[in-house]
Nanobody, 122 residues
Framework: VQLQASGGGLVQAGGSLRLSCEAPGGIFSRYEMGWFRQAPGKERDFVAAISGSGYDTWYADSVKGRFTISRDNALKTVYLQMNKLKPEDTAVYYC????????????????WGQGTQVTVSS
């Protein structure tokens, strides 16, 4: 399945952005979806994940209470609503898909989008 992430940009600290990731091929509801991010010079880290049904979600501690992952299976799109953004949220954000169980591990995901840059200024 091909993933197409969008919605990144430049925002001031305290602001909000919503990322989208479309998966036009395949049976979207079968895929558990995740968001990861990679800051310059750092490893790619888990941000959030959501089950195929949308009922189960999982967040990294660093974003809990500020970010919300959701999905619209009819539109074959997963979203990441990011509020109260901080400079340390600056990174390239990637969406990923897996047919396995919802996971926070990068290696459990088989399909990756191209990434979208999020820059938070102080």
């Amino acid at each position: 399945v091909q993933l197409q992430a969008s919605g990144g940009g430049l925002v001031q600290a305290g602001g909000s952005l919503r990322l989208s990731c479309e998966a036009p091929g395949g049976i979207f509801s079968r895929y558990e979806m995740g968001w990861f991010r990679q800051a310059p010079g750092k490893e790619r880290d888990f941000v959030a994940a959501i089950s195929g049904s949308g009922y189960d979600t999982w967040y990294a501690d660093s974003v809990k209470g500020r970010f919300t992952i959701s999905r619209d299976n009819a539109l074959k799109t997963v979203y990441l609503q990011m509020n109260k953004l901080k400079p340390e949220d600056t990174a390239v954000y990637y969406c990923a898909a897996t047919l396995r169980i919802i996971s926070n591990k990068e290696g459990d995901y088989d399909y990756w989008g191209q990434g979208t840059q999020v820059t938070v200024s102080s």
